[in-house]
């Protein structure tokens, strides 16, 4: 099992930038794929991004590619996403997730480990 915990979310403006991190505890960190999840109000959880257990691969949502940067130090089991130019519709619980494999998929039902969540709003 692997333990996930989320910090870093809250309250932006448009325009704003937050950086959410995820530490992981359980079981060796560093032959996990990562990733991170985000459910808006309403609507179903979906795909941000994920990096492979290396560091070597990474994967972003159209809507969030060229804002947001995912990284992760297995140093630290460590786990981090960096998200700048919010913009309201970037409003969500947003989820750390790990993968078995060594790379991750889309498709939340293939993650195995999940965080708590941490809100991130960002006002008009």
């Known amino acids: 099992q692997v333990q996930l915990v989320e910090s870093g979310g809250g309250l932006v403006q448009t325009g704003g930038s937050l950086r959410l991190s995820c530490v992981g505890s359980?079981?060796?960190?560093?032959?996990?794929?990562m990733g991170w999840f985000r459910q808006p109000p309403g609507k179903e959880r979906e795909f941000v991004a994920s990096?492979?257990?290396?560091?070597?691969?990474?994967d972003y949502a159209d809507s969030v590619r060229d804002r947001f940067t995912i990284s992760r130090d297995n140093a630290k089991d460590m786990v981090y996403l960096e998200m700048s130019t919010l913009r309201p519709e970037d409003t969500a619980v947003y989820y750390c997730?790990?993968?078995?494999?060594?790379?991750?998929?889309?498709?939340?039902?293939?993650?195995?480990?999940w965080g708590q969540g941490t809100q991130v709003t960002v006002s008009s």
């Open positions: 997730a790990g993968n078995n494999g060594v790379i991750g998929g889309r498709d939340p039902a293939y993650w195995n480990y």
């Open positions: 359980g079981r060796t960190f560093s032959r996990y794929a």
């Open positions: 990096i492979s257990a290396s560091a070597g691969i990474v």
